[in-house]
């Protein structure tokens, strides 16, 4: 069937387990520094963030190149070179990416404060900032996510009422405003451009975001250090100088590049595209675990103290909060998946039954085999009506692109489940197109048609229509040619503006008009391909996944 209301994914637990891994480190190496374990010195924060920031800016812009993500994001052209260049919003949550790891590391190199403390201050804030955002946005909130959240909380309480074993000075209050500000303006910059299901969303934004952030602070503190005056200045100079040579320099590049990790791990967790009060409490609780470990770790130190009492119950109820967050609540749709699975290797062990139980629990359609042709397809007919996801088309005037594209989406949804066109149409057309500045009525062009049929698809008596409001409400997605044509359909509803996306992230579907047949056949064919992956991507699978 079409793509589910609902994504169960498991991803977001690797994800926290990377977080949990990379955060032990770096919040044990940071506080160990700043203490003077290490190296018999300590090292304070401003001294320690210029070398730190220079291992996050390698090590995040080497992962980039690796991972080949550099197409994702977007580009402009100089002097005849195209090179990445991030849109103003993303430019924006990258200025708040930078501060977060500016006041991240001051804040553990604070003396008077332990791990645990830290984390909960930070995390804490981040806490009741989510569900803020989430309402700001207009984002559903689900009950286990609303229960861990108040969960986290009492985590954090439960830390805060052993007052008399900690001091805050004013930079430390200051440091840690500075990180809350940041994150509440990223989550809404986060959640307005990247936190769906299209994966070339969710990079663009990792992309575009990262390839700014470390970078940019890495220049502000060399500027603060050439220019500014004061203590923290000088640590910067120094940082920049002379700690270069010295025998902390290698723990403090661990420091950046743990950071970089941890960094990747939490994006992802963040632009899940679960609510902000699902991923914030996740994220939240992997840090504080990390935080206890790390705590302990430097408990092995001479003169240090493992965590108290009160820090070990937060802890317990961070594991209660986490808990509420796992598959659990979805403990039938798990255990249908394995009996599904079961059923695949061992046909011969499962009831057809028992199959069919399954596949409806995982959210699959009955098989053709299983219970015929006709029973699959009044199924199918009424799973559709019921679901009413429609994938709508776009274009200029709805006689090209838009309806080729309609075509052969309706074509491949047919093929996917092995029904026939004609008894598709019966169902509904399941793939629509219609056209931002249509003449009405129009057929579509001779030269489109007869690109239709070199491909093995039949044009239809298609018929233009300019987009409207509603009809840009009621579908699922709305895929347009180019960007100019998303920016039209987001202006005729704003609403509907996180379900439309370009039918090519890497740029526009160009117009054939007027040109050889030959153009319109290979943007025919790229239409193909392109309606492929989309499908592929918002988990049209249809019987390709059985």
Not at 245 to 260: D, E, N
Request: a positive charge; aromatic letters at 10%.
């Amino acid at each position: 069937m079409l793509a589910r209301k609902r994504t169960y994914g498991l991803g977001i637990w690797g994800l926290g387990l990377g977080y949990y891994l990379f955060y032990t480190p770096y919040s044990g190496l940071t506080k160990a520094l700043s203490k003077g374990l290490l190296t018999g010195v300590p090292v304070s924060g401003a001294v320690l963030l210029p070398a730190s920031v220079m291992a996050t800016v390698v090590f995040m812009l080497g992962f980039i190149t690796a991972m080949k993500w550099w197409k994702y994001a977007g580009h402009r052209e100089f002097f005849g070179v195209s090179i990445p260049f991030p849109r103003r919003e993303t430019f924006l949550s990258a200025i708040c990416m930078a501060t977060i790891i500016g006041t991240t590391t001051l804040a553990f190199s604070f003396g008077g404060i332990s791990i645990v403390l830290v984390l909960v201050l930070l995390r804490g804030g981040v806490l009741i900032l989510a569900p803020l955002v989430d309402t700001i946005r207009q984002r559903r909130v689900r009950w286990f996510s609303w229960a861990a959240m108040w969960v986290s909380l009492m985590a954090v309480m439960v830390v805060l009422s052993d007052v008399g074993n900690f001091k805050l000075s004013f930079a430390a209050l200051l440091d840690i405003g500075a990180y809350l500000t940041a994150y509440f303006f990223k989550f809404q910059f986060m959640t307005k451009l990247a936190k769906s299901n299209e994966r070339s969303n969710t990079l663009r934004y990792f992309v575009e975001e990262q390839m700014i952030a470390s970078p940019l602070l890495l220049l502000v503190l060399g500027v603060m250090a050439l220019a500014g005056r004061g203590e923290a200045m000088l640590g910067f100079r120094l940082g920049f100088t002379t700690f270069l040579f010295s025998a902390a320099v290698g723990w403090a590049l661990l420091v950046g590049l743990f950071y970089a990790a941890l960094c990747v791990c939490t994006t992802f967790i963040f632009l899940d595209r679960r609510e902000n009060t699902f991923c914030v409490p996740m994220h939240c609780g992997s840090s504080m675990l990390s935080g206890l470990t790390a705590s302990y770790a430097l408990a092995w130190f001479p003169n240090q103290s493992p965590p108290g009492g009160w820090q070990m119950a937060s802890a317990g109820l961070i594991v209660i909060a986490l808990a509420l967050l796992s598959p659990l609540h979805h403990f039938e749709f798990y255990l249908g998946k394995l009996r599904y699975a079961l059923a695949q290797m061992f046909p011969n062990l499962i009831s057809s039954s028992q199959k069919e139980h399954s596949r409806a629990a995982i959210g699959l359609e009955p098989t053709v085999a299983d219970v015929g042709f006709s029973t699959q397809m009044a199924a199918g007919a009424d799973e559709f009506k019921k679901i009413g996801q429609i994938i709508l088309f776009v274009c200029s005037g709805n006689t090209c692109r838009s309806p080729m594209a309609a075509a052969i989406g309706n074509a491949e949804i047919a093929r996917r489940f092995s029904l026939r066109l004609e008894n598709l149409d019966r169902v509904g057309p399941l793939a629509l197109s219609a056209g931002v500045s249509a003449r009405e009525g129009a057929p579509m062009t001779t030269e489109a048609k007869q690109a239709l049929h070199s491909i093995g698809i039949s044009a239809n008596g298609h018929r233009a229509s300019n987009l409207t409001a509603e009809l840009a409400l009621q579908v699922e997605k709305i895929f347009c040619m180019t960007q100019a044509q998303r920016n039209a359909v987001i202006k005729i509803a704003p609403a509907a503006a996180e379900k439309t996306l370009c039918l090519d992230p890497d740029g526009d579907v160009e117009d054939p008009m007027g040109s050889e047949l030959a153009n319109y056949v290979n943007c025919a064919r790229r239409i193909h391909s392109l309606v492929g992956l989309r499908f592929d991507e918002i988990g049209l699978q249809g019987h390709l996944q059985s």
